[in-house]
């Protein structure tokens, strides 16, 4: 093996060691830095690939320009193109599309107004009830309830949707 010579060594080509290299890079350009990675890829969690079609990302679920602008400007300096991955309706982009929801679903989100939810929170508790169909009690579930971590792990083991066990639900498809 021969011998390399550099003046930082970097350990970790995640998106915090390539962002400590890119900066100390414009900060000391004459400086041999060096990134180790022990992935056959840069970029640790952030991801990218294709599926369906699709371009997807399994890393980071998604980038909020007003939330996380060091992250923008960074993408911005090393001219990573940032795109919208979902297009809301021109109204506020937040709410359900009423024309959308079925009778279940707005009963869901009445219920839910009366009891001080949201109608994005009141379709979630809907739809998991759906799912759950009386294998775990949602309104009373709390992290101190005595035996919670037995109930999970027999739910897990033995919860079922429309027949199907849940531990069978999710199908890897080939090629991830």
């Not at 640790?44 to 602008?69: C, D, K, N, T």
Request: charged letters at 20%.
């Amino acid at each position: 093996m021969s011998e390399m010579q550099t003046d930082i060594a970097i350990v970790g080509g995640g998106i915090a060691g390539l962002t400590c290299a890119y900066r100390l890079s414009r900060l000391q350009p004459a400086t041999q830095i060096t990134v180790f990675e022990a992935l056959d890829h840069l970029g640790g969690r952030v991801e990218s690939g294709r599926l369906g079609g699709f371009a997807v990302e399994y890393g980071p679920i998604r980038i909020e320009p007003e939330l996380q602008p060091r992250v923008c400007q960074l993408l911005t300096d090393v001219e990573v193109p940032l795109t919208s991955a979902i297009q809301y309706p021109p109204n506020n982009g937040m709410e359900p599309n009423d024309m959308l929801l079925r009778a279940a679903e707005h009963q869901a989100i009445a219920a839910g107004h009366v009891a001080g939810l949201g109608a994005s929170m009141a379709l979630l508790q809907y739809a998991l009830e759906v799912i759950l169909q009386g294998q775990w009690d949602l309104l009373q579930d709390c992290w101190e309830t005595p035996g919670r971590e037995e109930a999970k792990m027999r739910l897990l083991s033995e919860g079922h949707f429309r027949g199907v066990p849940f531990y069978a639900q999710v199908r890897v498809p080939d090629g991830w």
